[in-house]
């Protein structure tokens, strides 16, 4: 098990040393796994200065993080009128929802293209976050985990004479926190490691995010896999760090995902 | 529809109730047609249309259908992503069965998460990166594959540069990437199994090995039904760690059909055949799905 974990583990370990090493460290022979100098940060310093890397860390924060607090809004609303209300066409439009978890994204991405640059949208933050606004995964969970939230709750509040909105966010929204922070967590994760679609309709340096950053660093014919490797451990720290705060609620999305089907 | 009517003019409690339903599940709704299912009519209506010079939209009927199914290079673009999904998906389904069923012996639950989270974790950083750390990786001259080979007194391979090796290579990568996430789904389904039955087996006087194969196995098969499908799903659709590294070379060897479909629309402006292709992917994941219906009628029950 143990084994296993480490050989896991082990293309990270070797990224992170690379980072650290020169060029003439890199292509030494015999090979050194340990770099020269632990504290050699060169290559960070270089990725910053030859891209414009830290407005690629700030644009892919602000459309994962956009696309999370945009999906939890929608998803909930869209949730706490799937679990508790009835109304004309509520079946049909359920399943036409899940239905759409058997459309792959890149079945509709030339239509949707061509409406993005129709819109004036392309190379705009408003057209990258056009298609991650809201996902299906967060309408499917906000519906499970607000089902459960008893009813006699929202009957005792409608009886004190609150509105719907006010249930919504003084006793739906509440009851159903760790749903909350799974999706955030996890849509952000999923924004923030997108490529296809920011490919599509990015052209400007400057509207970059991270994974197209990173792609950068290996358009040229020859790699520097030292500066390859220091571009990929900025662009996976921050998302290691939500990862490992919100594990709990990611592993608990994970199953849900899988739930789903 | 009178009930319809009353949904904008509600009389009673019950019609305000509906409205308030109504209005809850409105945004969701809009924003799903318009980013789905609009796009979807239009792929579908689109691969029966050929734009004219001049930006004018003619209907060709099956012509543009004819033309990529004609095509050696789609079917060598199928082949190639087919090659690819029946070597990552029986490894990552069967590995991810045996970490799950290592890690679920495991006492204490602080050890069991801790060696999860390493198995989870190339799942959670971007495709992108999975797949450039694993260039570097299979670097010929540099790479610690290689290395490790020299070390061994074996030659160097040519792994991602290579017509034969670069589907196993990136086969490898992918994975890597889905491991921890089969892992986590079989991890949960093994500890939803009731300990009662594990007692009653070896009351039984059941072994190990026949408790695995008579009772966990069984019961795991619907999470491995499903783990499979969603490794197919995935597989198929794989591109960005195609794009990353080998762009589809060498020589057309690793394009697989989203790579095919990319190129054909945002290369080369074919928007009419990347249409069909688009279609031809819903279709076949549609069918992938309604297998898996039809599997999942067979449900265990605990």
New interface residues.
């Given amino acids: 098990m143990a084994a296993g974990a480490l050989c896991v583990f082990f293309p990270f370990f070797w990224m992170a040393v690379t980072s650290l090493k020169t060029v003439p460290e890199i292509q030494r022979v015999p090979l050194h796994i340990a770099p020269d100098r632990w504290t050699n940060l060169d290559n960070f310093r270089e990725v910053f200065h030859r891209q414009p890397f830290a407005r690629f860390l700030l644009n892919s924060a602000l459309i994962a993080g956009v696309s999370a607090v945009s999906s939890v809004v929608v998803s909930s609303l869209a949730g706490y009128g799937f679990a508790k209300f009835r109304f004309p066409g509520h079946g049909v439009f359920f399943f036409a929802i899940v239905g759409i978890l058997m459309v792959p994204f890149q079945s509709v991405v030339v239509p949707l293209y061509l409406w993005v640059s129709r819109l004036g949208l392309l190379d705009t933050y408003l057209g990258i976050l056009a298609p991650d606004l809201v996902s299906v995964f967060g309408v499917f969970l906000m519906r499970q985990s607000i089902e459960v939230v008893p009813s006699d709750y929202i009957d005792a509040a409608r009886i004190d004479g609150a509105g719907e909105l006010r249930i919504f966010w003084g006793v739906i929204l509440p009851s159903v926190k760790p749903a909350l922070a799974t999706l955030v967590i996890v849509k952000f994760m999923w924004t923030w490691n997108e490529l296809f679609w920011p490919l599509i309709v990015v052209n400007s340096p400057s509207m970059k995010v991270v994974t197209l950053g990173l792609l950068s660093f290996t358009n040229m014919y020859f790699i520097e896999y030292n500066l390859v490797t220091a571009a990929a451990v900025v662009s996976i720290l921050p998302i290691l760090v939500v990862f490992l705060v919100g594990q709990k609620w990611v592993v608990r999305g994970v199953v849900l995902s899988g739930l789903k089907g | 529809m009178r009930?319809?009517l009353r949904?904008f003019a509600p009389r009673s409690y019950m019609d305000r109730?509906?409205?308030?339903?109504?209005?809850?599940?409105l945004?969701?709704?809009v924003?799903?047609g318009l980013?789905?299912?609009?796009?979807?009519v239009?792929?579908v209506v689109?691969s029966f249309h050929r734009i004219v010079p001049g930006g004018e939209s003619r209907f060709v009927g099956l012509r543009l259908y004819q033309r990529v199914f004609t095509d050696s290079t789609f079917w060598q673009a199928v082949a190639n992503t087919v090659s690819l999904l029946l070597m990552s998906v029986p490894v990552t389904v069967t590995l991810a069965l045996a970490?799950a069923l290592?890690?679920h012996r495991?006492r204490s639950v602080m050890a069991r998460?801790a060696?999860?989270?390493?198995?989870?974790?190339?799942?959670?950083?971007?495709?992108?990166?999975a797949a450039?750390?694993?260039?570097?990786?299979y670097?010929p001259?540099?790479g610690?594959l290689n290395?490790l080979l020299g070390l061994a007194g074996l030659p160097p391979l040519p792994w991602l540069q290579s017509l034969e090796l670069v589907r196993p290579s990136l086969a490898i990568v992918n994975v890597?990437v889905r491991?921890?996430?089969d892992t986590?789904?079989f991890l949960?389904a093994l500890q939803a199994i009731p300990a009662d039955y594990y007692e009653a087996a070896s009351i039984d006087g059941a072994s190990a090995r026949q408790a695995l194969l008579r009772v966990t196995l069984p019961l795991l098969n619907p999470?491995i039904v499903?783990?499979t499908?969603?490794e197919l799903?995935f597989n198929f659709?794989v591109?960005?760690t195609v794009?990353?590294t080998t762009q589809g070379g060498p020589a057309g060897a690793s394009q697989t059909v989203?790579m095919l479909?990319?190129d054909t629309?945002?290369k080369f402006f074919r928007?009419g055949d990347?249409?069909v292709m688009?279609?031809f992917?819903?279709a076949s994941?549609?069918l992938v799905?309604l297998v898996?219906w039809r599997l999942?009628r067979r449900e265990v029950e605990y």
């Fill in positions: 009930g319809v949904l109730q509906r409205r308030a339903g109504l209005l809850f599940v945004p969701a709704l924003y799903f980013v789905f299912l609009v796009p979807l239009e792929s689109g970490v290592g890690l495991l998460s060696w999860a989270a390493m198995y989870f974790l190339p799942f959670s950083v971007s495709l992108v990166a450039l750390i694993w260039q570097w990786m670097d001259l540099y610690f290395h890597w491991l921890g996430f986590v789904i949960a999470q499903m783990v499908i969603l799903i659709k591109f960005d794009y990353a989203i479909l990319y629309a945002f928007l990347a249409s688009a279609v992917v819903f994941l549609l799905t898996q999942f």
